[in-house]
């Protein structure tokens, strides 16, 4: 498990660094979303639900983007973090909206849908972007 710990925040230091320097990271104020826009997100992903596996947790404002927190089994998210970059990214990326999906229409074209990749116990071990590796 210890092992598992350090590569994860290897991993979360090294593939997460473009994304904290862009404004997204830890450090930004998590707001929820006012309740109509929160149901749009939902019922967009009741309508494309995630991996049966995987599971939304939290959807909020973090900075000027919207976060999709997403758990994902801790045994995935080690295999994830295991596998080369790409990998990690078309899996994540499986989570964002399609580019022409409506939930983008709530949207600026300066703001993201962040998936926020979670290990069980609520470790992050990724962030990306869906604007710039969305599906």
């Known amino acids: 498990m210890r092992l598992l710990q350090a590569t994860v925040a290897a991993t979360v230091l090294v593939v997460a660094a473009p994304v904290l320097i862009s404004g997204f990271g830890s450090a930004a104020k998590v707001q929820p979303l006012d309740l109509a826009m929160e149901d749009d997100f939902r019922t967009h ?3 494309a639900p995630v991996r049966p596996d995987w599971r939304i947790t939290r959807i909020a404002w973090r900075g000027s983007n919207v976060e999709i927190r997403l758990a994902v089994p801790g045994h995935q998210a ?3 973090l295991k596998s080369p970059i790409y990998v ?3 899996s994540l ?3 964002c ?3 022409d999906a409506a939930i983008w229409d709530l949207l600026t074209p300066d703001q993201d849908i962040v998936i926020r990749g979670t290990t069980g116990n609520g470790d992050v071990f990724h962030d990306l972007s869906c604007r710039n ?3």
Request: net charge neutral; charged share 10%; hydrophobic share 40%.
């Open 45 to 47: 992903y009741d309508q």
């Open 78 to 80: 080690a295999g994830l």
């Open 88 to 90: 990690l990214y078309k």
């Open 93 to 95: 990326a499986t989570v």
């Open 97 to 99: 909206p399609a580019p």
């Open 133 to 135: 590796y969305g599906a």
